[in-house]
C-alpha cells in the first residue's frame, strides 16, 4: 500500500484514550494482544441517522470461523484492506472474550491443563452483547486478553462507530445468538497439518511457548475441539473461503459488502441545509431579537408567540452584547480583538449554559458566623465536548467557569466529493464512555456556529449513542442559522437545550476557493461550503490562524 493510502487506524491506548496512528504497529501504547484483537480502521463515517435522529441502519457484520490457525484472521485484515476508502471497520476477535481465570486456573493453563477450545472457554453472552451494541450503533467496551498471563486483563477497550464489523475466532459461528447478528457468515477451510505448522511457529513465536506445550496442547484439546465444535459450524457459513491462497474469495466478499453499504447510503446535509424552507412551520425566529424597552432585558424564549420553542435560549439582546456582535462580524477586526471578544462573548454563553443545570440547597456559614443558605450543583458528572476546531474557544471558556472540567472533542468535517459529514475522529471523556456512567453526565456540546446543523447533529446522535440522556445535553454556540438545520434539529431531539447568543436571518451554499502553497502547490481544492449571513465568517480560522 502506498504511504498516502496507508489507512488510519483509530486504537486505543493503555487508558483507553483514542489515538490515531498511521498503522497499527506504529501505536506503541497498545498492550500487543489488544493490537491483534480489535483494529479499527476509518476513512470517517458518514450519517449513520435519518432526519428524525433514529439510526436508520445497523452496522454491516462478518462473522469468520475456521480452526486455529486456519487463516481467519488474515482474512480478515485482507478484507480491511481491500475495502478501500470506505467508512469505519473494526475487526473484533472472539479471543478477547476468553473468560477470567481463578488464580488455580491460571496454573493450570501454564501447564497446558486448561481447554481453551471448548465453547465453555468463552463468555459468549458477552461477546454477543458487546456485538449487538457495536452493531446498533452504541459504544462498546471490550475485555482486553492476555495469552502470555492466560488471563483477562483489569482494563477494556472502548470501541465506538464501527460501520462495518469483522468478528472472528474459532466459535464463531458456534453460539446462535451471535449467528443472529451476523450479516455475512464465513468458514476458513484448511489442511489440518498447515493449520499445526502455522500454529507451532505462531505460538512459539508470538505467544511465548514451547514446541512440547503447543503439540500437548493440540493432541488433547485443539484438534478434538476441532473436531467436535468447529468444523461442524461450516454449515452455517454463506461463504467458505480456502485457508491458502484465497485472495479471489476475498476480492468477493469485499465487493460484496461495498455494495451492500452502497445500498445503505443516505444524503443528509442538503435535507438539513433546506429543512427551514421546507417546513411547513419554518422557525420563526426574530433575526434582530427586540428587548422590550420597560422590562429589564431577559432571555429571549424565541417566537413564543407562535412557534414556541423552547429549549433555544437566546442571550439577552443588551446593547453590551450587540457591541461584542458588532466587533466579532466586523471582517476589519484585528485578530487580537477578535480573540479578545470571542473569548469575553463564550463566557457569556457558559454561565447562561449553566443556569439549565439542576442545583440543590447548600448552607454555609459566612465570616461573621452567620448561616447562608446558597445553592450547589447537583450533578454526579459533567464535561464539555467541542467539535474541532470551532468549538474550541467555547471549551476554553468552559474551563474558565468550571475548574478540572473533563472534556472531549469530536472531528466532523464535510466529504469533499458529496459534502457529507464524516465523523474523522473522536476522543470522548470517560464518563461518556462508560454507559452507566453516561446516563448521569451533563454535556456541554461546543460548536461555534449551527448552520446546516449536520455536525452539530451528528455529534448529539454519537453522545445519544453512548446512553447521554437528551434532556441532558446543551448544545452552546455563538451563532444559529434561522431557517437551517434547527429546525431539524429540534424535531429530531427536541429536549436537546440549544443556548446561542445571536440568530441569523441567512444560510447559502458558497464555492470556497482552492488554497494555494507559496509555491504554487494547490493546498485544498476548491469545494462547496454553507455560510451563514450576515454571519461572523469561519470562527475557528479567524480565531486560530
Ligand atoms: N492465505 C494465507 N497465505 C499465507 N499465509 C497465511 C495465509 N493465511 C494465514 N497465513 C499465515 O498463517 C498464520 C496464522 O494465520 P492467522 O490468520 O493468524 O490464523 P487464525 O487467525 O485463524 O488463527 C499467520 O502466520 C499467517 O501469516
Ligand atoms: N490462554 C489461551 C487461550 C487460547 N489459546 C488458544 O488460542 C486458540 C485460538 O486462537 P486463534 O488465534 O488460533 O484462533 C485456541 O485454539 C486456543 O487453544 C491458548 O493457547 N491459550
Known amino acids: 500500500m502506498a504511504e498516502d493510502d496507508t489507512p488510519i487506524f483509530i486504537n486505543v491506548d493503555s487508558e483507553s484514550r483514542p489515538v490515531i496512528s498511521r498503522t497499527v504497529s506504529n501505536s506503541r501504547a497498545i498492550p500487543l494482544q489488544a493490537k491483534k484483537n480489535t483494529i479499527l480502521k476509518s476513512h470517517g463515517r458518514p450519517p449513520w441517522y435519518s432526519e428524525d435522529g433514529l439510526p436508520i441502519c445497523d452496522a454491516f457484520v462478518v462473522g469468520i470461523a475456521g ?156 484438534k478434538p475441539s476441532y473436531d467436535n465444535f468447529v468444523l461442524p459450524t461450516a454449515r452455517y457459513a454463506d461463504i467458505i473461503v480456502p485457508g491458502s491462497d484465497n485472495s479471489v474469495a476475498i476480492e468477493l466478499i469485499a465487493t460484496h459488502i461495498r455494495k451492500k453499504l452502497k445500498e445503505r447510503a443516505t444524503r443528509f446535509r442538503p435535507h438539513m441545509a433546506q429543512a427551514g424552507s421546507r417546513s411547513p412551520t419554518p422557525l420563526s425566529l426574530p433575526s434582530t431579537p427586540r428587548v422590550s424597552a420597560l422590562s429589564p432585558p431577559s432571555t429571549l424564549r424565541v417566537n413564543a408567540m407562535t412557534d414556541p420553542y423552547e429549549n433555544l435560549i437566546v442571550l439577552p439582546q443588551t446593547p453590551q452584547l450587540k457591541g461584542i456582535y458588532t466587533i466579532l462580524r466586523d471582517k476589519n477586526t484585528s485578530r487580537e480583538d477578535f480573540i479578545f471578544f470571542t473569548d469575553r462573548l463564550a463566557t457569556f454563553l457558559i454561565e447562561k449554559a449553566l443556569e439549565h443545570l439542576p442545583y440543590r440547597p447548600r448552607t454555609v456559614r459566612t465570616p461573621v458566623d452567620v448561616d447562608y443558605v446558597g445553592k450547589e450543583l447537583d450533578v454526579k458528572y459533567i464535561c464539555g465536548v467541542s467539535i474541532i476546531r470551532s468549538g474550541g474557544p467555547l471549551e476554553r471558556g468552559l474551563q474558565r467557569v468550571i475548574n478540572d472540567v473533563l472534556t472531549g472533542s469530536l472531528l466532523i468535517q464535510s466529504d469533499a466529493q458529496t459534502g457529507e459529514p464524516l465523523l474523522l475522529h473522536l476522543m470522548l471523556p470517560v464518563c461518556i464512555r462508560e454507559r452507566h456512567r453516561a446516563k448521569e453526565t451533563w454535556v456541554f456540546l461546543l460548536d461555534a456556529q449551527i448552520g446546516t446543523g449536520a455536525a452539530a447533529f451528528m455529534a448529539m446522535r454519537i453522545l445519544l449513542d453512548h446512553g447521554v440522556r437528551e434532556d441532558h445535553i446543551i448544545f452552546v454556540s455563538f451563532l444559529v442559522a434561522r431557517n437551517g438545520g434547527i429546525c431539524v434539529l429540534r424535531k429530531a431531539f427536541p429536549q436537546v437545550k440549544i443556548v446561542c447568543g445571536a440568530v441569523d436571518d441567512g444560510l447559502r451554499e458558497t464555492w470556497l476557493e482552492a488554497i494555494e502553497s507559496g509555491e504554487g502547490q494547490i493546498e485544498a481544492e476548491a469545494r462547496k461550503v454553507w455560510v451563514v449571513e450576515p454571519g461572523m465568517g469561519h470562527i475557528g480560522d479567524r480565531y486560530y490562524l
Open 67 to 222: 480452526g486455529s490457525a486456519s487463516g481467519k484472521t488474515h482474512v480478515a485484515r485482507q478484507i480491511v484492506q481491500k475495502l478501500g476508502s470506505i467508512p469505519t471497520i473494526v475487526i473484533l476477535s472472539q479471543d478477547s472474550f476468553y473468560k477470567r481465570h481463578t488464580p488455580e486456573e491460571v496454573e493450570l493453563a501454564h501447564a497446558n491443563l486448561v481447554d481453551f477450545d471448548h465453547p465453555d472457554a468463552i463468555d459468549m453472552p458477552l461477546f454477543a452483547a458487546c456485538l449487538s451494541d457495536l452493531k446498533a450503533c452504541r459504544q462498546t467496551n471490550i475485555p482486553i486478553y492476555s495469552f502470555a498471563e492466560h488471563q483477562r486483563l483489569d482494563e477494556t477497550k472502548y470501541l465506538y462507530g464501527a460501520a462495518v464489523i469483522i468478528t472472528e475466532g474459532i466459535l464463531a459461528l458456534h453460539d446462535p445468538a451471535l449467528r443472529a447478528l451476523y450479516d455475512l457468515k464465513i468458514f476458513v477451510q484448511c489442511d489440518s497439518d498447515l493449520m499445526l505448522a502455522r500454529r507451532l511457529r505462531r505460538d512459539v513465536k508470538e505467544r511465548g511457548r514451547t514446541v512440547d506445550g503447543v503439540l500437548d496442547q493440540y493432541l488433547r484439546y485443539v
